[in-house]
């Protein structure tokens, strides 16, 4: 048995080293990529779509940007799916924003049949427009967003997606290290796969459809709770090209709850994985160049990756002891690694510290201490949401038609009015979990300060650290307190579809 689950640790490191050398090569893509150019045409009719449901505290702030945008053949449609205060503050607004000549109507349905995809099809019904700008709720676009990506649509453009930046970056280390995973999905991973022409995804917001293109694909579905994901392969497969605009950015907000962050987390790896099982056999069985199907085939799978860290988690501090049983150690006794598991542990560690840092100098243009211990926080919390992403990788391959759960905002403008009482979200249901895991990690690290065995430390760490901030962090903030309507800690339950 002791061979036997060394071995297993063996192959799980080996997992995730590739996976890290792939993430070097992705960096090394990244580095050389340029901007779009833009191309002469005339300017399309333009709709913006804001599906919303349930966001009092930032809807009309959403609303009244899409209004502010610059560029003449525009129209909006606020897709309002809303069973709460919502729709009387999108009443009020867009009833005035259309008293000043703004093209703005709003678009509600009987049910939310479809969630959000279900809202995005629905409003194209009821519009001949040629391309399609989506934001959610908590996105704030820029007056120029239109005038900087619309020119970007040549011939056999599909989609062009914009990058994300974040209104509260600096607001808390989890949310700082929210901002370093997405720096480096866009500032490395898209600047990568769109300079190499490799598939990559429309992130659901901030980016312009060509209509066309979302009815080549065949239209939005709800097959996934990633419909931007599914809605983006299928639209590549028919061969319509995407366009990553670098430079061209939408703000939006980072959630600042732990309960909010773990159900985004949720929906985004399993929607992830409901997407491979739809369309991993389509792209592989495609004439597209080996090339572009290996990434294809990574890019869909990559959320696969928190199994392999789970099983880690699991391992190595067991591991830990078997060796030290077993005498595997380097020479001279002081470590207990063998070269050969420090050498992949660190190659594992040392490519995603790259992958990180290069996406913090795309993004910000310089990389400052603070963003370094950003870097290190985020390497802590990924191992800590190991195991809870893990389970929805497991539900991902089990699910039929998840319930779209949405990410609830803070709006900080409007809460302080106290538009609405929200009840918060409990504690994800892994988190004594996850805190039984940072103990057996800190007896571990004990073990490893008793003896010496300094080569186990920095990565018994960052597995401690990180299940101990996620368990503690949600168990606090589940933690029974009086409720009140001006407490920012409040956040709306999601309402089960009707």
Known sequence: MTHVLLASYFATLAVLAGLGVYRLLLTFWASRASEPKPADHASPRVVVQLPIYNEAFVAERAVRAAAALDYDALEIQVLDDSTDETTATLQRVVSELAATGVDIKLVRRDDREGYKAGALAHGLTQTDAELVAIFDADFVPASDFLKKTVPLFDDGVGLVQARWTHLNRDTSLLTRAQAVFLDGHFGVEHRARAQTKHFFNFNGTAGVWRRQAIEDAGGWRSATITEDLDLSYRAQLKGWRFVYAHDVTAPAELPESWAAFRAQQARWVRGSIETTRLLFGEVWRSRLP?????????????????????????????????????????PGGQALLSILDLTM??????????????????????????????????LCLGAGMSLSNAREVLRGLASEQSEFVRTPKRGREQLTRALVRYRPVTAHKTALLELVFALYFGATIVYALYWSLWGALPFLALYAVGFSSVSLSSLREAWPRRASVDTVDEWPRATPAR
């Open 345 to 378: 542990l660190t190659a594992g560690t040392f490519a995603m510290v790259v992958f990180y840092f290069a996406a913090a100098r795309a993004c910000e243009g310089r990389l400052s201490l603070r963003r370094i211990v950003d870097v290190v926080f985020a």
């Open 290 to 330: 080996l090339g572009v199907r290996l990434d294809a085939a990574i890019h869909l799978t990559n959320n696969f990756a928190y199994l392999f860290m789970a099983v880690l988690a699991a391992l190595l501090p067991a591991c830990v002891w078997l060796r030290d049983d077993l005498g595997w150690r380097v």
